[in-house]
T-cell receptor, first 111, second 112 residues
Framework: DVKVTQSSRYLVKRTGEKVFLECVQDMDHENMFWYRQDPGLGLRLIYFSYDVKMKEKGDIPEGYSVSREKKERFSLILESASTNQTSMYLC??????????FGSGTQLSVL | GEDVEQSLFLSVREGDSSVINCTYTDSSSTYLYWYKQEPGAGLQLLTYIFSNMDMKQDQRLTVLLNKKDKHLSLRIADTQTGDSAIYFCAVSGSGNTGKLIFGQGTTLQVKP
């Protein structure tokens, strides 16, 4: 089975802190994605990546950046966390344009 | 851009059938998916349908696709309390990018 692992289940950070969310997949998938999930809004795509060192903006990239130095790892970076970035963050991976496999999510609270 | 719409809440009694509906705007979507999210968990792929099909059945799940109306539905037969979850409809975005566009999610409440 595909395993997508997010390093933290819960995180609490202060406004202005730099925050790193880590995601690792073990199935040699080319594509990796970061979504945020908010009640009533569903999942919104922040960034995605097709390959190592490649990244593309999703629908809501403002305030975020990403890093993909190795194929299995895709990091989401909040340069200066703000309260409106309190959310559930979901990482996913896929092989080419096939179905997505998700991690368990990281619930981030910014105080 | 692509838009996917779902109603937010559905309540059924145990043993009844549940039907969760979804509408979308991009007719070029190749694959259409249903994901399930249980409390405190990530999304789990439940089933999917290719755009040239109009129906797919998998045990208690039936997916119906009406391409003309851009309408997708998920029917769960003999709904159980373990089916209580949020169900997300998702469609593949334009181009061969692997991106999925998600609906808002429908919370299914199953009453005993």
């Amino acid at each position: 089975d595909v395993k997508v692992t997010q390093s933290s289940r819960y995180l609490v950070k202060r406004t202005g802190e730099k925050v790193f969310l880590e995601c690792v997949q073990d199935m040699d998938h080319e594509n990796m994605f970061w979504y945020r999930q908010d009640p009533g809004l569903g999942l919104r795509l922040i960034y995605f990546s097709y390959d190592v060192k490649m990244k593309e903006k999703g629908d809501i990239p403002e305030g975020y950046s990403v890093s993909r130095e190795k194929k299995e790892r895709f990091s989401l970076i909040l340069e200066s966390a703000s309260t409106n970035q309190t959310s559930m963050y979901l990482c996913a991976s896929s092989l080419l344009s096939q179905k997505l496999f998700f991690g368990s999510g990281t619930q981030l609270s910014v105080l | 851009g692509e838009d996917v719409e779902q109603s937010l809440f559905l309540s059924v009694r145990e043993g009844d059938s549940s039907v969760i509906n979804c509408t979308y705007t991009d007719s070029s979507s190749t694959y259409l998916y249903w994901y399930k999210q249980e409390p405190g968990a990530g999304l789990q792929l439940l089933t999917y349908i290719f755009s040239n099909m109009d129906m797919k059945q998998d045990q208690r799940l039936t997916v119906l696709l009406n391409k003309k109306d851009k309408h997708l539905s998920l029917r769960i037969a003999d709904t159980q309390t373990g089916d209580s979850a949020i169900y997300f409809c998702a469609v593949s975005g334009s181009g061969n990018t692997g991106k999925l566009i998600f609906g808002q999610g429908t919370t299914l409440q199953v009453k005993p």
